[in-house]
């Protein structure tokens, strides 16, 4: 009676448990390393959308802020002026201001209307999803005999 390794009872030609599990394991690290894949190039679409939004957004912010100083300094010109006892003119520095800060709120609305719209109607992640619906449509058919 020996103590040793006895010969399995499966065929040789049939593979063992280790190299199933190898194999499983190697099927399983290609499928997620390609599905890192896809969400790595996905995740630059949505980086490339919202940069862009969240640029647009900014720089109408910091346009609209510009206005609202310019708006002040232009005012308070006006009210110096009016309290001075001078004559209320919009042909000196106060009217320039309020021009400027015209037209730095109008560009800073517009900004601002146009980053809220950007990617609005595009849809992010759109093939993985499809990817993970098209897998689990899979799944439930193997598991319906």
């Known amino acids: 009676m020996a103590f040793g390794r006895s010969k399995p009872a499966s065929s040789e030609s049939s593979p063992g448990l280790k190299q199933k599990l190898i194999s499983f394991l190697k099927e399983a690290s290609f499928y997620a390393q390609l599905r890192g894949e896809l969400l790595g190039i ?3 679409e949505a980086a490339g959308i919202y940069g862009k939004k ?3 957004i900014v720089a109408g912010g910091i346009s609209l802020l510009l206005g609202y100083l310019l708006l002040i300094a232009g005012l308070i010109g006006l009210i110096g002026s009016a309290l001075a006892g001078e004559p209320v003119s919009l042909e000196n520095w106060t ?12 560009v800073g609305v517009v900004l601002i209307r146009k980053g ?5 109607n595009s849809e992010l ?3 993985s999803r499809s990817e993970l ?3 689990q449509e ?7 005999p």
């Open 133 to 135: 619906k098209k897998d």
């Open 54 to 56: 969240i640029s647009l």
């Open 95 to 106: 009217g320039a201001a309020l021009v400027l800060a015209t037209i730095h709120v109008t």
């Open 125 to 127: 992640f759109e093939y």
């Open 42 to 44: 996905e995740a630059k």
């Open 138 to 144: 899979w799944l439930n058919h193997k598991k319906k």
């Open 116 to 120: 809220r719209k950007t990617g609005a």
